[in-house]
């Protein structure tokens, strides 16, 4: 007994070792390597086991058998305790690691600026010391001396010595761009570095060309991110194609390449770019990774195929990838894009409101820059596992669906001869471009047997046109929100129903009901959410009798990019391709959508700007050049921005129905632009008459107008309803702009519906959308009927006809109320006074979104117009309103 006592007590003297531990009584238990053996075994099963299963533990193991149950236990929560202080200690030493590289990287960029100032400061002085030279032509001939930057004609291909001469060359001037001072680099505005920021982004300044530079830390390692991002189509929306021509070893395990590369245009009225470029890859002394790459100049310079017969060459300048391996994993990452995008446009007809397209490091740092570092990082958090699988999809896959949806939409924008493409009886005086193409497959490859049975081919109807003051960002969210503003059911159910054997059908053939129910389910997002992949279900239901409790739901598979307004220079975009339910990995997918591309205006733009609040048919109205100048004190100079939108919707065939579809398609191409620029002028955040537009509907006054007739019919009511907020009445002192501006900004909710059968509103103040949950746009498909629950439904039917015939029925035929009767009538639902006033109590609505809303207390009142004799529309007030 004695000898096993001190089999398991140990002295405190002794050392900290594994196989030692504390009791429940403070003492040491010292255990063998074999009953320390076959705890970890089971540790590994279950870290947490069971009082049960620590007596089935030492009855199945005889090796434990000395030991008690509650020194077991303890053994098991010292092992969970040094678990999870061991998985502490690693993420404390990883996130050291990155936070001792971003701070390495932190201080190079410190260095970098500090030399960047002290450029500048010998710069100024010089510039200082010439201003009092005699000489002119000695200052001529020495500035000339520091701008001047060398030049490369083409070397021969076939010449490996030549090229490596290049190559050298565009080694050391990206490594001066990417470290130095060769570029004046500027912050890029809205991205600036922190703790949580992907990296730290720079633009070019008073440079040839447009610059981007970007520099981050990822957990990669520096062979693998060159792998990466060398594959440019798989992460470069805009890349078409990439095709290395020649490629041979440079030296200390370098290559040389002579790549030729091909870009998609944005939108239908800009050209295609393609570069023929020199890529030198290479290991530093240091042990740094550089892939650098700049164009090979020559006219006859690249292939000369009849596909490159359709893009414009363009040119790049030193440009390329650093990757410096961290101590202890991942690497410094530094990006440079220095391209010159002007070169061989004057061949081709560009309007010039499309010029900062080619002028904008942030569109550049936007779309290339900044998306390859994103990309890279997406990577390694896939790699790492911090990114969570949605509907059993890897990430990889989701990744893959989001790029064959910008690719397919891209595709169809541009539309290329060897693509199978062609245009569709198009005399150039089109609107809408209509492109057929008759060679395009969509087999599914994971059931041949679903081919899909496509005789004629795939048809899209495209266009593009000038957005003026409107947020792209705002746009997007709006159309992904509110579908049902713009898109037809019965179209998307065409497409939808032709990518499933045997549906194929033409539209209205089988009319459909949308419900209005738009269900969002999330699949995945990129690294900061600036990208949103989702599937969208539409709920429908047939018109057809005998189909009428067949649902007829809808499935998108959808990108949304750009939601971000303080995203200076990007892209928005809305792409989506009708889906099957349980659709495949490879499903078959024909994108439609919307692209919206900001434009930078130049400072001199700002007076010279085209008419405000204006959404332009671009065919039409490009070139017709500046229209009105606006002074200064009209429009913000902030607020004169553009944007180009570029819609291009595809459709599935069959040969016998190709006129019919191509010309539903421009309709309803057509139908989607003016429901667009319906968007456009409602969100516009100009000022306040153009949110709400020139007329609210047809038949309606101006805002102004119709803000002063609600103003003067309310003085009556605040009269009689003494416990009404009186700001209303202070606005008829006010201007015109002034009082609209008043009934806007207004806390209590504000609406104005027709005098139909069936009212219908026709406008609500800032207040009344918010509790509507809606917009100007869509307010007027909303009857009154549907913002009351079912009671006030009944209630509205009796006494709202009542509230009619006092509207319009002479005074002797009116119920008359005292002020007394007034008071004591408030227990009511609803009371009447002589000049048609309704008096609401306390009670329930429902927003569009199915949301309940209480209000304090409502009032209804007739508006009158100026003649004071004609009732317009019915105002209602809710007062103190509030979501349940």
């Not at 994971?446 to 266009?463: D, H, Q």
């Not at 738009?518 to 599937?535: A, D, K, R, S, Y």
């Not at 928005?572 to 900001?598: K, Q, Y």
Request: aromatic share 8%; proline share 5%.
């Amino acid at each position: 007994m004695a000898m096993a006592v001190a089999q398991h007590r140990v002295s405190t003297s002794g050392s900290s070792s594994i196989n030692k531990h504390l009791d429940a009584s403070g003492k040491y238990v010292r255990y063998t390597a074999e009953q320390v053996e076959a705890l970890e075994r089971v540790y590994a099963e279950c870290p947490k086991p069971s009082s049960l299963r620590r007596q089935q533990l030492i009855r199945e193991c005889p090796i434990l058998s000395n030991i008690e149950p509650k020194q077991i236990k303890v053994w098991f929560q010292n092992r969970r305790c040094r678990e999870k202080q061991r998985k502490e200690s690693s993420r404390l030493q990883t996130v050291n690691r990155k936070l001792s590289a971003m701070n390495k990287l932190l201080m190079e960029e410190n260095d970098r600026l500090q030399k960047q100032v002290s450029q500048l400061v010998c710069e100024n002085g010089y510039m200082r010391q010439q201003l009092h030279t005699v000489n002119a032509s000695a200052t001529d001939a020495s500035c000339d001396s520091v701008v001047t930057t060398p030049q490369h004609s083409l070397r021969d291909p076939n010449n490996p010595a030549g090229l490596l001469s290049i190559a050298e060359e565009t080694l050391a001037e990206f490594l001066s761009k990417a470290t130095g001072t060769a570029v004046d680099w500027v912050q890029m505005p809205g991205m600036k570095p922190g703790p949580d920021s992907v990296g730290i982004f720079a633009i070019s300044q008073s440079c040839s060309g447009v610059a981007a530079r970007a520099c981050g830390l990822v957990s990669l390692e520096p062979t693998k991110i060159a792998e990466i991002l060398k594959d440019r189509p798989s992460w470069l929306r805009d890349c078409r194609n990439l095709e290395v021509f020649t490629m041979f070893p440079a030296g200390s395990g370098g290559t040389i390449e002579l790549v030729y590369t091909q870009m998609f245009a944005p939108t239908t009225l800009a050209p295609a770019r393609d570069f023929w470029t020199l890529r030198y890859t290479t290991t530093l002394e240091n042990g740094s990774f550089v892939v650098c790459e700049r164009s090979l100049s020559g006219s006859g310079a690249g292939p000369s195929t009849a596909a490159a017969a359709q893009f414009v060459r363009a040119e790049v300048l030193p440009s390329g990838y650093l990757i410096r391996p961290c101590e202890g994993g991942g690497s410094i990452i530094h990006i440079v894009d220095h391209l010159n995008l002007e070169v061989g446009l004057m061949a081709w007809s560009v309007p010039e409101v499309l010029r900062p397209l080619y002028e904008s490091s942030k569109v550049i740092a936007q779309k290339m820059t900044i998306a390859a570092l994103r990309y890279v990082k997406q990577i390694a958090q896939e790699t790492s596992g911090e990114v969570v699988y949605s509907l059993g999809r890897q990430p990889a896959v989701l990744r893959t669906f989001s790029q064959r949806l910008s690719r397919g939409f891209n595709d169809a924008i541009n539309g290329f001869i060897d693509d199978g493409w062609s245009i569709m009886n198009c005399d150039g005086n089109e609107d809408v471009i209509i492109a057929i193409n008759s060679s395009k497959s969509f087999s599914c490859t994971s059931n041949p047997n679903n081919a899909l049975p496509f005789v004629g081919g795939v048809l899209c109807a495209k266009a593009s046109m000038l957005l003026q003051n409107v947020p792209p960002a705002v746009l997007v969210r709006f159309l992904r929100e509110h579908r049902s503003e713009w898109a037809d059911f019965n179209v998307d159910a065409y497409t939808a129903a032709s990518l499933k054997a045997g549906t194929y059908a033409y539209p209205g053939m089988r009319p459909t009901r949308f419900t209005g129910s738009q269900i969002i389910m999330p699949l995945g997002h990129t690294i900061e959410h600036e990208e949103i992949l989702e599937v969208i279900r539409l709920e429908g239901h047939s018109l057809v009798q005998e189909d009428a409790f067949v649902s007829r739901d809808i499935h998108l598979l959808q990108i949304c990019s750009g939601i971000d307004e303080n995203a200076v220079g990007a892209c928005s975009e809305l792409v989506f391709a009708p889906i099957d339910e349980m659709f495949p990995n490879d499903a078959p997918l024909i994108p439609s959508g919307f692209r919206i591309i900001p434009l930078e205006s130049k400072p001199s733009d700002t007076q010279d700007s085209l008419t405000t609040n204006r959404t332009l048919d671009l065919t039409s109205s490009l070139e017709v050049g500046p229209a009105t100048n606006h002074s200064s004190g009209d429009v913000p100079s902030s607020q004169n921005s553009r944007s180009v939108l570029t819609i291009a919707f595809q459709f599935p065939f069959d040969s016998s129905l190709q006129d019919n579809v191509a010309t539903m398609a421009r309709q309803y191409v057509r139908s989607v632009i003016s429901s667009v620029q319906r968007v456009a002028m409602a969100i516009s955040p100009s000022g306040l008459s153009a949110a709400v537009g020139p007329k609210l509907s047809p038949g309606s006054p101006e805002a102004l107008t119709l803000a002063q007739w609600i103003c003067q019919s309310y003085r009556q009511v605040a009269s009689v309803f003494v416990n009404l907020r009186a700001e209303l009445l202070r606005s008829e002192s006010l201007g015109s702009d002034s009082i609209l501006k008043n009934l806007w900004q207004h806390q209590d909710a504000i609406l104005c519906c027709s005098l139909k059968s069936l009212p219908v509103f026709i406008f609500a103040n800032q207040a009344g959308l918010d509790m509507l949950e809606t917009t100007l746009v869509s307010l007027q498909d909303i009857t009154l009927d549907k913002i009351f629950d079912e009671p006030g439904r009944k209630a509205l039917c009796s006494d709202f006809a009542k509230l009619m015939q006092q509207v319009k029925l002479p005074r002797s035929f009116r119920k008359i109320l005292t002020a007394q009767e007034l008071v004591e009538s408030r227990a009511k639902d609803f009371y009447f006074y002589e000049q048609g006033y309704a008096y609401f109590p306390a009670g329930i609505c429902m927003s569009t979104m199915g949301r309940h809303v209480s209000y304090e207390q409502a009032v209804a009142w007739k508006v009158l117009e100026a003649d004071e004799s004609t009732v317009h529309c019915l105002a209602f007030s809710f007062v103190n309103w509030s979501f349940v």
